[in-house]
């Protein structure tokens, strides 16, 4: 199992810079954080799947969603038992303790489904995020602007596999002595493995005095810092920025001018065909494409 | 002193924006979530930029990568129990032992490579601040209690921090996507995460007090390690 869930970096390597495969999931995130417009969510929902398609992404995708469906149930149950804001009642339920009277509305119900959209979006661009940027070249990029944080999250993504290897020995050490590792109830499970958590402690804190050691024989704190990076700007990059501004550029626009304006309560405004909403939504969906569709592949 | 002005612009910074936001919204229409997502990355950056500009030597950014691996594995090796996981106990102590700042990037590295492996999304700077601050407050309570500290104190400690946790959890999910944004929602949203939280509380006090008569004294011996300085002795011709 922690051979899988270690196995990072094995994925597709895309000959972006790692700085335009960064910005670019932040930027969905960012846009679905600002923007409540359905039409301009509903595009920027179809342009993240597909980026995590072409990403590569899509299995993890797929499985982060098996664990949030709950979280997007509840935000629309939440939403439609506690807004009674809506002016378009479509069932009055019966009183419920703490909540009072029960009003489904046609606005609580589109907000909630709007924000279900919202949440996607980001469950998306952080699926994109994982899948084309492995975390060697994202914590690369950190070194540029935070060196010492990014030297100990680096450290820290080289131990974690390890003591994990490292955990599972110790595992098979404490069967072979008979401890029952997976059998009895959870209190005697737990309890279990309280000897792993122990060695592993002892034998991490040991380690990092070696690696504390070897990284002062290389040379580290001695004055200025050298570097060595892969990562290379090319045209394919710029296109993907000009497309990211000229979407942000987009967006301001958007606010500013009301196309992208939707109010839910107490009555929907702006729906469904106000001002320059659909057209802008397309060019908006338009620019945000051309970042993975022009996502190349490459043997590493 | 040039630490002090670069967390009093940015701190100043925080406030002009909070200022000029309520200005042009002053009638509670201000999109909250976008602000708090804002906000939480500045207040990360500030405690970064504090761990940048420290005399860090290089046994401490490994003693730190160490537990933040500890804790990571932590996660793994309690897989098979939801929310029921030694992570928080390992930030706590680290904290206790080695202070906020030590605490803070425990707990933030922890969350931020965990993610790594785990999956990216919105809950990840949430989680770097939730477990940064386990870290700090834990930190602080060192340095009230010392050494003198109890397990069952660690276990109280762990199981305010069990609840806090999850409602700074909730804070993105209550501030993104709900409406009306008042108490109603707010203790809603808290409820149904209520039996994730007494999980991760009920985890917290069954680590405390089973693993900190082992785990406090081997800590605590590495940190003395940690500041012992080596003296040369000088020689004649150095003299």
């Known amino acids: ?300 | 002193m040039k630490r002090r002005l670069y967390s009093a612009l940015l701190i100043l910074l925080t406030v002009a924006l909070a200022f000029l936001a309520y200005t042009y919204w002053p009638d509670g229409d201000l999109n909250w979530a976008l602000t708090s997502l804002f906000l939480l990355l500045l207040g990360l950056g500030l405690f970064y930029l504090r761990y940048e500009r420290a005399a860090v030597t290089s046994k401490e950014t490994a003693v730190i990568a160490s537990l933040a691996a500890v804790a990571i594995v932590g996660r793994i090796l309690f897989a098979p129990f939801p929310n029921f996981k030694p992570t928080t106990y390992i930030v706590l102590l680290a904290g206790y032992v080695f202070g906020p700042r030590a605490g803070f990037m425990v707990g933030a590295t922890a969350a931020l490579v965990s993610n790594l492996f785990f999956g990216q999304g919105p809950w990840t700077p949430w989680q770097m601040l939730a477990w940064g601050l386990v870290g700090v407050t834990a930190g602080w309570l060192g340095r009230v209690r010392g050494e003198r500290v109890t397990a069952w104190e660690l276990a109280g400690f762990g199981l305010i921090w069990g609840f806090l946790f999850g409602w700074i959890m909730n804070l993105w999910t209550w501030l993104s996507t709900m409406y009306p944004l008042n108490f109603t929602t707010w203790w809603l949203t808290n409820v149904r995460s209520l039996p994730f939280d007494i999980a991760h509380a009920a985890a917290n006090v069954l680590f405390a007090l089973l693993l900190t008569k082992t785990f406090l004294p081997i800590l605590l011996r590495f940190r003395r390690k940690l500041t012992t300085t080596t003296l040369e002795v000088l020689t004649d011709e150095k003299r």
């Open chain 1, 1 to 300: 199992m922690n051979r899988k869930l270690f196995s990072f970096g094995s994925g597709p390597f895309f000959r972006y810079h790692a700085a335009t495969l960064t910005v670019y999931p932040m930027l969905l995130l960012f846009l679905a954080v600002a923007l409540q417009h359905p039409i301009f969510l509903l595009m920027l929902l179809a342009v993240s799947v597909l980026a995590v398609w072409r990403g590569g992404g899509l299995s993890a995708f797929g499985t982060i969603l098996r664990y949030a469906w709950p979280l997007l149930l509840l935000i629309v149950v939440l939403n439609v038992l506690v807004s009674k804001d809506g002016a378009t009642v479509l069932w009055i339920g019966p009183n419920l303790f703490l909540l009072g009277k029960i009003r489904l509305t046609m606005e609580a119900l589109l907000f909630s489904g709007v924000m279900v959209v919202r949440m996607l979006i980001v469950l998306a661009a952080g699926a994109l995020f994982v899948a084309w940027l492995s975390p060697d070249r994202s914590l690369g990029l950190l070194g540029r602007i935070a060196r010492r944080s990014a030297v100990t999250a680096m450290m820290t993504t080289r131990l974690a596999p390890y003591l994990a290897e490292q955990s599972e020995q110790i595992g098979d050490v404490l069967r072979t002595r008979g401890v029952r590792l997976d059998q009895g109830g959870p209190v005697q499970r737990i309890a279990a493995r309280k000897p792993m958590v122990s060695v592993l402690l002892i034998s991490a804190l040991e380690g990092s005095w070696q690696v504390a050691e070897a990284m002062e024989a290389r040379g580290y704190g001695m004055g200025r810092r050298t570097s060595y990076t892969r990562e290379r700007w090319s045209r394919r990059d710029g296109l993907a920025w000009a497309a990211m501004t000229a979407a942000v550029w987009l967006t301001v626009q958007s606010a500013w001018s009301g196309w992208s304006e939707f109010v839910f309560y107490p009555r929907l405004i702006g729906w469904p065909f106000a001002g320059g909403a659909w057209i802008a939504a397309l060019v908006l969906g338009t620019l945000l494409l051309v970042p993975p569709l022009f996502a190349k592949r490459s043997r590493r």
